[in-house]
């Protein structure tokens, strides 16, 4: 069973950066598309970004030159690096394994953006 470990959440005041990592393991990690997803309670999960198994990357619009997505192959880990974060960015943030094969969520790791 494939496992994947998000960490790197906590508390940050309106402007500042976090770092969320995702560890994955059993698993080919480099072939696979990457995504970092997010929830708020009672929304919806949202696509935030991916990262395809090239590195191609895409972002939501509300976290374009804020946030980057990238992937170390060697470590099989998918990063998140979201900078002059907003409160709007607090929510539960999951990383997901895509294509090709099934689909896979870590657990979760909660943002929150408050002064």
């Known amino acids: 069973q494939v496992q994947l470990v998000e960490s790197g959440g906590g508390l940050v005041q309106p402007g500042g950066s976090l770092r969320l990592s995702c560890a994955a393991s059993?698993?080919?990690?480099?072939?696979?598309?990457m995504d970092w997803y997010r929830q708020v309670p009672g929304k919806q999960r949202e696509l935030v970004a991916t990262i395809s198994s090239a590195g191609s990357t895409n972002y939501i619009d509300s976290v374009k030159g804020r946030f980057t997505i990238s992937r170390d192959n060697a470590k099989s880990t998918v990063y998140l690096q979201m900078n002059s974060l907003k409160p709007e960015d607090t929510a539960v943030y999951y990383c997901?394994?895509?294509?090709?094969?099934?689909?896979?969520w870590g657990q979760g790791t909660q943002v929150t953006v408050s002064s």
């Open positions: 059993r698993t080919i990690f480099s072939i696979h598309i």
């Open positions: 997901r394994q895509g294509a090709p094969g099934p689909t896979y």
